[in-house]
Structures are given as structure tokens and as C-alpha cells.
T-cell receptor, first 115, second 112 residues
Framework: KAGVTQTPRYLIKTRGQQVTLSCSPI?????VSWYQQTPGQGLQFLFE???????NKGNFPGRFSGRQFSNSRSEMNVSTLELGDSALYLC??????????????FGPGTRLLVL | AQSVTQLDSQVPVFEEAPVELRCNYS??????LFWYVQYPNQGLQLLLK??????LVKGINGFEAEFNKSQTSFHLRKPSVHISDTAEYFC??????????FGTGTSLTVIP
């Protein structure tokens, strides 16, 4: 079974631009979560999507948004990029079955550099 | 709300020595606990998890962790480390609402 895939793997943008990142979950997984990882802050939760609906949201400004498609693939968008948005963006998928054994499986991440 | 504290940001250890990476969490309700490892330029990989039952959990690559409810801790241990264990390790808590909270990570460096 293929793992979580994220595209692109690397991205360079300039301040003020916008960017869209893509995540394809493991087949059969219905929940997709996004995290921002920086050296100073560690992993910070952005949001979770389940069945095309945002189910949970972290403490990030409205410039960060996302969506999920009917095939569970998810996209994350960041508008009006700032230097501080430079980070590794990780996507994780899970079955969202509600079972105790629920585990998140992570993709390799998209490394975004804002100049 | 839950929070996770990893007490050591960096842990250097000699090859074949034992290691313990510490993790404490705060929660007033039942939680599920996880340890993930991140190798350079890669995503996170699940090492082990505690859901219920035995408080000693064994994971991949010879790692184990012990859940201590009274001390709200979930420390990760390995009796003998290898060079290949050099990586970033993250402790995480999942609540019943399926939301994960991660610690800030511990960088383990194995010295030959």
C-alpha cells in the first residue's frame, strides 16, 4: 500500500506570493491533518479535514486555509506569504474510524522557503 | 487542553550506550501516547504507541517506552543505541477528539 505523498517536495517563493501544497493520503484513509514544523516551534497543528469538512483547527491566521476533495486528497493554501512561513509542512493521514488504535501516518513533507 | 513536554532538546550518547528520552504530558482525561522518529529530510515514522493495557510498550528498532500515569510520563528507552538511531524524536498525545499534540522534539546524536 502506498504511503502518504506530498507534492511538491521543495518550493521557493517570495514574500507576498501565495502557495498551494498537495497531500494524497493512504488509500482508505479519510482524515488528513496538516502541521507546520519549524526549528523553534516544533510541530504545530494547522487543521484536520474529514469527509471534505474541516474538523479541527489550530491557532494560525486566516492566511492558512485548506480543503479536502471527495477522494480524500487535500490541499493547503497560504496566501500573502511572510518570511516566517518558511517551514516544513507535514501532512498526516488516518482512518478516522474512531477506533482507539487510530494512528497518524506522515508524508515526507514539503519544504517551503520564503525569500 | 493537552500539552506535551520533552525535557531534553538534545541528547548526545555514545554508541552501544543506553538512552532515555523523557516525555511528560498534561491531561485530565484519558489520552493515547505515541513516539515518532524523524530522520533527516524525511517525515515522521511511528516508533510505538500506548493505547491501553500493559504500561510497557515495545516498538520498532529495539525501542520501548513505559507509561506512568501517576507521573504523567511516557519516557522512551533503548538499551544500546546505534549510529543509525541519530534522529529527531517526538512524543505525541492524542485525545478522544482525535487531535494530536506534539512535543518540541529531542535530537538524539549517537557518537561513534
Amino acid at each position: 500500500k502506498a504511503g502518504v505523498t506530498q507534492t511538491p517536495r521543495y518550493l521557493i517563493k517570495t514574500r507576498g506570493q501565495q502557495v498551494t501544497l498537495s497531500c494524497s493520503p493512504i488509500s482508505g484513509h479519510r482524515s488528513v491533518s496538516w502541521y507546520q514544523q519549524t526549528p523553534g516551534q516544533g510541530l504545530q497543528f494547522l487543521f484536520e479535514y474529514f469527509s471534505e469538512t474541516q474538523r479541527n483547527k489550530g491557532n494560525f491566521p486566516g492566511r492558512f486555509s485548506g480543503r479536502q476533495f471527495s477522494n480524500s486528497r487535500s490541499e493547503m493554501n497560504v496566501s500573502t506569504l511572510e518570511l516566517g512561513d518558511s517551514a516544513l509542512y507535514l501532512c498526516a493521514s488516518s482512518l478516522a474510524s474512531g477506533q482507539v488504535q487510530e494512528t497518524q501516518y506522515f508524508g515526507p513533507g514539503t519544504r517551503l522557503l520564503v525569500l | 487542553a493537552q500539552s506535551v513536554t520533552q525535557l531534553d532538546s538534545q541528547v548526545p550518547v555514545f554508541e552501544e550506550a543506553p538512552v532515555e528520552l523523557r516525555c511528560n504530558y498534561s491531561s485530565s482525561v484519558s489520552v493515547y501516547l505515541f513516539w515518532y522518529v524523524q530522520y533527516p529530510n524525511q517525515g515522521l515514522q511511528l516508533l510505538l504507541k500506548y493505547l491501553s493495557g500493559s504500561t510497557l510498550v515495545k516498538g520498532i528498532n529495539g525501542f520501548e517506552a513505559e507509561f506512568n500515569k501517576s507521573q504523567t510520563s511516557f519516557h522512551l528507552r533503548k538499551p544500546s543505541v546505534h549510529i543509525s538511531d541519530t534522529a529527531e524524536y517526538f512524543c505525541a498525545v492524542r485525545n478522544t477528539g482525535n487531535q494530536f499534540y506534539f512535543g518540541t522534539g529531542t535530537s538524539l546524536t549517537v557518537i561513534p
